[in-house]
């Protein structure tokens, strides 16, 4: 009898390799304190006027999720651009929750499914503003980072020019979705509704989910922040010699030698023996997807080597 195995790709980090060497095991840090400011916030009356019943459960950094379905808002901020989707779901949930259940339970009225409603303005307004919310909450955060690490506070700080729970703005745009090797922020929500007598038994609160994509801009300011934190960590004790790290870490290269495009008539056509004419030039060296050099093919005693490497950009 077969046994499914738990998924736990997401309890491992995952690791962008152009930023090995910067203080990306500090992200959780960020992560803490990003919490408790989205927390709070959601709490605070203001938060409740946007959250309604729902409270923080988890946030952490990991990969971007594949799912086509989401939307993806784009806003800018004074370090860089963040992308910000919210689940489907937990939004009608808020509607729902602010227009129609104000005198009802949270199980009065069936479940709405998220693939049949028809989007409307008014979700995305409340899109929006959210959006909005967490990525100036993303911002305040930053800006306390570089001001612990003693960087040059920027003229238009976001902490200082935007409100705490602000509306959103014409910053907004649609975004794309984060790449393969995108940082990511995941937030976990549940509706903190009342249990009454009267409710069934067994029945859950409902769960939503917000991505947080940051560009490099945006993860740039977020490691130059932390610094402090992995300098002030070096200065509490004697540090230890070790090896660096760059000479125990192995990481897997790849070489795409040539790629060529065909018909699907063509393809389909092929047979046993047919030749197809390709020429080599120039291969990229990949690195998790991430196109880092360019090499030149050659051949030495019968086996095809990769020499004379440039910088891909």
């Not at 738990?6 to 060497?21: A, E, H, K, M, Y």
């Not at 390709?278 to 990769?306: I, M, N, P, Q, Y």
């Amino acid at each position: 009898m077969s046994i499914n195995q738990p998924d736990r790709s997401r309890d491992f980090q995952v690791l962008d390799p152009c930023l090995l060497g910067r203080p990306v095991h500090l992200l959780p840090a960020f992560a803490t304190r990003l919490a408790e400011a989205l927390g709070a916030a959601m709490a605070s009356p203001g938060g409740r006027r946007y959250w309604g019943a729902y409270r923080l459960e988890s946030l952490a950094f990991e990969r971007a999720p594949d799912d086509r379905s989401l939307r993806w808002l784009g806003v800018g901020g004074s370090y860089g651009q963040a992308a910000v989707a919210i689940e489907r779901s937990m939004l009608l949930g808020l509607l729902e929750g602010r227009y129609a259940r104000r005198t009802q339970g949270p199980s009065a009225a069936p479940q709405r499914d998220p693939h049949i409603e028809r989007v409307t303005a008014t979700e995305e307004r409340l899109a929006a503003t959210l959006a909005q919310q967490v990525a100036t909450l993303v911002d305040e955060r930053i800006a306390e980072g570089l001001a612990a690490a003693g960087a040059a506070a920027m003229t238009a700080a976001p902490a200082a020019a935007a409100p705490r729970l602000a509306k959103a703005g014409a910053s907004i745009v649609p975004a794309s979705a984060p790449g393969k090797s995108g940082w990511v922020i995941r937030a976990v929500l549940r509706a903190q509704y009342g249990r009454r007598e009267t409710d069934e038994p067994g029945l859950a609160a409902p769960e939503g989910r917000l991505w947080i994509g940051l560009d490099h801009g945006l993860m740039a300011h977020v490691l130059q922040g932390l610094m402090a934190e992995r300098n002030g960590a070096r200065g509490a004790g004697p540090r230890m010699a070790r090896e660096p790290l760059a000479s125990h870490l192995q990481v897997r290269l790849e070489g795409r030698l040539v790629s060529k495009e065909v018909t699907l008539a063509a393809l389909f056509g092929l047979k046993v023996g047919d030749v197809i004419p390709v020429s080599v030039g120039r291969a990229d060296v990949l690195l998790d997807d991430s196109r880092l050099f360019t090499a030149a093919v050659a051949e030495h005693k019968g086996k095809l080597c990769l020499t004379s490497f440039e910088d891909a950009e």
